[in-house]
C-alpha cells in the first residue's frame, strides 16, 4: 500500500525557518518524481515545487523561489522541504504527492505568526 | 505563467442533478490537465487524467473533455457523496496551476 506521510509543521515566527518531511512507503520512491502542494485556510490549492528523481532538476512557484528548497533522500525514501524566511502567506497545509498521481499524504499545517 | 480560469465559483444541485464545471486555460496546455476533488480536511482525490482519463475506482458518472484551452468537467447524476469542491490543474508547463475551485452544495 502507498503511503505518504508529512510532518514538521507548526507554528513559526515571521522569518524563521522550519523543515518538512515526507516519509514514503509501498512504492520505489526513487523512480518517481515528487510534488508539493500547499492550502491557506479557506483556500485554493497552490502548487510549491517538484522534484525529479535524483534530485537535479527543481522546480518552484515564484512566490517561494529563493525561500524554499525542495530535496530528497532516496536510501531514507524521504521528501523534504526546507522553507526559509516565511511570512504569514505561508501559512498552509502542505501536502507532499507522487507526481501525476492520485497519491497524497494526509498534510501538515504549517503556520507563520508573531 | 498560465492561467486557469474555473467557473463556476460555486453551484447548487439537486441529487440527480447534471453538473458541468469549466476550466479556461489562458493559452494551449494540449490536454496535461487534470481534474480533483476535494472535501473539507481531506487531500484531493484526483479523478480525471489527460483531461478525459477516469481515475481507477473513480465512478463512472464522473467524465472529462476538451483540449487546448477548454475543458469540461462533468457528474452525469449528482450524488450526496459528490458535494466537495473541485478543481482543475494543469501541468503542461511551470509553474503548474490550479483553477480557483467550485464549490457544490446541496439545493
Known amino acids: 500500500e502507498v503511503q505518504l506521510v508529512e510532518s514538521g509543521g507548526g507554528l513559526v515566527q515571521p522569518g524563521g525557518s522550519l523543515r518538512l518531511s515526507c516519509a514514503t512507503s509501498?512504492?520505489?520512491?526513487?523512480?518517481?518524481?515528487m510534488t508539493w502542494v500547499r492550502q491557506a485556510p479557506g483556500k485554493g490549492l497552490e502548487w510549491v515545487a517538484n522534484i525529479n528523481e535524483d534530485g537535479s532538476q527543481k522546480y518552484y512557484v515564484d512566490s517561494v523561489k529563493g525561500r524554499f528548497t525542495i530535496s530528497r533522500d532516496n536510501a531514507k525514501n524521504s521528501l523534504y522541504l526546507q522553507m526559509n524566511s516565511l511570512r504569514a502567506g505561508d501559512t498552509a497545509v502542505y501536502y507532499c504527492?507522487?507526481?501525476?498521481?492520485?497519491?497524497w499524504g494526509q498534510g501538515t499545517l504549517v503556520t507563520v505568526s508573531s | 505563467d498560465i492561467r486557469m480560469t474555473q467557473s463556476p465559483s460555486s453551484l447548487s444541485a439537486s441529487v440527480g442533478d447534471r453538473v458541468t464545471i469549466t476550466c479556461r486555460a489562458s493559452q494551449g496546455i494540449r490536454n496535461d490537465l487534470g481534474w480533483y476533488q476535494q472535501k473539507p480536511g481531506k487531500a484531493p482525490k484526483r479523478l480525471i487524467f489527460?483531461?478525459?482519463n477516469v481515475q481507477s475506482g473513480v465512478p463512472s458518472r464522473f467524465s472529462g473533455s476538451g483540449s487546448g484551452t477548454e475543458f469540461t468537467l462533468t457528474i452525469s447524476s449528482l450524488q450526496p457523496e459528490d458535494f466537495a469542491t473541485y478543481y482543475c490543474?494543469?501541468?503542461?508547463?511551470?509553474?503548474?496551476?490550479f483553477g480557483q475551485g467550485t464549490k457544490v452544495e446541496i439545493k
Open positions: 504527492a507522487i507526481r501525476y498521481s492520485d497519491y
Open positions: 490543474l494543469q501541468h503542461n508547463s511551470y509553474p503548474w496551476t
Open positions: 509501498g512504492f520505489t520512491f526513487s523512480t518517481y518524481w
Open positions: 489527460g483531461a478525459s
